[in-house]
């Protein structure tokens, strides 16, 4: 079973940054592209950012420009960077493959107020 742990959600104002990160194993982030999801209230959950093995990233036309997903092999880490973020961007935060095939974790919850 994969396993991912997020963490790094909260409150934030408008126009704020949060950054999330994604503890998972070696045997995971060295073999597969990553990604972050969301889940806003009553919506679907949806793909926001992506990378893959290479670097290379794909966002959401919903955040790009203003958020950034990083990985960092040392500490099997997969991190979102969130700038200048609105109220839309409130909901619980996932990571999982990219395909969204591993495991679903607790996610983490991220709050923007207006």
């Known amino acids: 079973q994969v396993q991912l742990v997020e963490s790094g959600g909260g409150l934030v104002q408008a126009g704020g940054s949060l950054r999330l990160s994604c503890a998972t194993s070696?045997?995971?982030?060295?073999?597969?592209?990553m990604g972050w999801f969301r889940q806003p209230p009553g919506k679907q959950r949806e793909l926001v950012a992506s990378?893959?093995?290479?670097?290379?990233?794909n966002y959401a036309n919903s955040v790009r420009g203003r958020f950034t997903i990083s990985r960092d092999y040392a500490k099997n880490m997969v991190y979102l960077q969130m700038n200048s973020l609105k109220p839309e961007d409130t909901a619980v935060y996932y990571c999982?493959?990219?395909?969204?095939?591993?495991?679903w974790g607790q996610g983490t919850q991220v709050t923007v107020s207006s």
């Open positions: 990378i893959t093995i290479a670097g290379n990233t």
């Open positions: 999982n493959l990219a395909s969204g095939s591993g495991r």
């Open positions: 070696r045997s995971i982030i060295s073999i597969n592209n």
